[in-house]
Structures are given as C-alpha cells and as structure tokens.
C-alpha cells in the first residue's frame, strides 16, 4: 500500500487501521541525515551537465532522461570513485552512447530510508573538483559528409557502400549531407577533403574499397598534405582495427576500411556520436575503446 520511504500521515494512518494494520515498522530521520528522495535528487542535479532532466522514482531513486537526442560522456574513473566510497549507488549508459530523447541515461539509487549529509557533502566536493560524471551532449542538425575513394573509380565505391551507409547514419539522426567520389590517389583525394572540409560537417567518412596499412598509404598521405594532424591509427575495435583518424580545423576525418561494408555494429558505430555532437574525440580515448571493443 505505501511505498519503501513514504513520509506517513494521518491519512495513511486511517487506510492502515481500515486494512486492520495495528503495528508498522518506521525509521525516524537522526541528526545530519537526508531522506533519500532528497539525497538522489541532490546527487543527480550536481552529478551531471547537459540535455537531461530528472525524474524521481519510488524507493530512493531518481532517474535521468535525455531531453533531446544526444551524445552521453562518462568519466569512468570518477564514477567508480564515487560508487565505491558512498551509500549512493549510480548507474549509466556507455561512455560515447547515442541516447534517443526520452530514453534514461543515468539511475541514481540511496541506500535504504536515508543518506548522511557528510556524505552528501563530499559528493558535492568531489564533483566541484574534477567535473561532472556524465555529460549529455545535444546532437543538433549533425551534418556528416562523405568522401568514396576506388583505384579506378570513386563512383565504384559510392555504388558499394552508399546504402549501407546512409542506413548506418539515420540510425544516429543523420543522413550524408555532402558527398564526392574520386579515383584514390594522394592528390584527388586531398583536393575532395579541402572542398569537404569548407561545407564544416560534424565529420568526414572517407569510404574506401582498400584497407591501408598505416598512416603512409593514400589516404593517410592525402590528410597529411592537407595539413591534417594524425590522432590515431589502429583502434582496439572488432570490427574496426585500422581506423585512421585525422583533424583539420576541428573537423575529424575518418577512415575505417571495411566499415562501411556491413550494417553490423564497428568502431564507426562507437565514435559517430560523440563526433556528432561537435565533440573531439582523442586518440587516448580510441585506446580506452579496448574494453568492450569486441564488438564480433
């Protein structure tokens, strides 16, 4: 009849007698102690930044729903600091996951009745100092252009990867807003990325029907003659070993070889949004993909 944390009044007291419920068991707040309706919301207004609000659920809980589509950031290490060290347990999406608006991003969940304040107050302190555990980052009028590059043909490669790509794309709330094909050959293939690079897309997808085996093959000599900076090659991604990520201008320019293939989930599947969401992905955090990378 009342749920785990129901703050009982004489109304409640009537239903109870009329049920024939003559004792109950009850916890009375001490000193320095928050209920913990209060406590979860406490931690989950502080805990995050962006697109989300809060919705409290019954029994000491509240819960983060995402207010537009977005991108969620996660600090790994500070979340299981915080979970190891408080009777406040949270629970969120993946580092780098696309959240649809409506769809829950993070749970904050107290220990049972109530939660003391000193532990609320170095909660706050902890988040002060090193930021925010989650970000939820809008994904607004994302623009994706694409470059399709063949040794014969760029039209050959457009013609192979063009569908599955576009589906890949929608499944974010994106679609390929500029496109060019050309033969794969370092100058043709640095003149497309400059005309690209003007349009200021959230990002570049080089798609092409060859797999490089480092940074000095075609496309990775392309980016560089355009003066790109090279973050990272190779990721520690099944699908998606030899992704190839440049910058130029802040706009990153990709190529994964083979994921454009299949609509089956790879590395392009876990780096997408937070590129989406006009956020700069580092090679560090490529590296960080290793964990949960296998994706086949």
Sequence with gaps: MLAKGHLINDEDVRVLELEGMEKVWVTELEEGEVGEDDAVSQ???????GCYEIRLAAGGRANLTATENC??????????????????????????????????????KSAPFAVSQ?????????????????QARPIRNPSVAV????????????????????????????????????????????????????????????????????????IGRAMA??????????????????LLLSYKDEVPIVSAPGCFRSVKPNVVDLILPPMLARYRVSGWEVACLGHGGLLA
């Excluded at 931690?43 to 930044?49: D, L, Q, W, Y």
């Excluded at 000193?118 to 989650?134: F, M, N």
């Excluded at 370092?186 to 092409?208: C, D, F, N």
């Design 43 to 49: 931690v989950a207004t502080e805990m995050g930044c």
């Design 225 to 242: 003659r355009i003066g790109g900076h090279m973050e990272r090659f190779l990721a520690p991604v099944e699908p998606g070993n030899l």
């Design 147 to 218: 470059l399709y590059t063949d040794p014969t043909s760029g039209d050959r490669a457009r013609l192979l990867f063009e569908g599955v790509l576009r589906h890949r794309l929608e499944s974010f709330g994106a679609s390929p807003n500029f496109a060019l094909a050309c033969v794969e050959e370092e100058g043709a293939v640095g003149r497309s990325l400059q005309h690209l690079i003007k349009m200021k897309p959230s990002a570049i997808l080089v798609a092409s029907t060859t797999a490089p085996a480092g940074p000095e093959d075609v």
């Design 118 to 134: 000193a532990q609320l107050d170095t909660i706050s302190s902890v988040l002060k100092e090193r930021g925010p555990i989650l």
């Design 71 to 108: 991108c969620v950031l996660v600090d790994d290490d500070l979340l299981k600091q915080l979970n190891c060290t408080t009777s406040v347990a949270i629970a969120t999406s993946l580092n780098f996951s696309f959240a649809l608006a409506g769809q829950r991003i993070a749970t904050v």
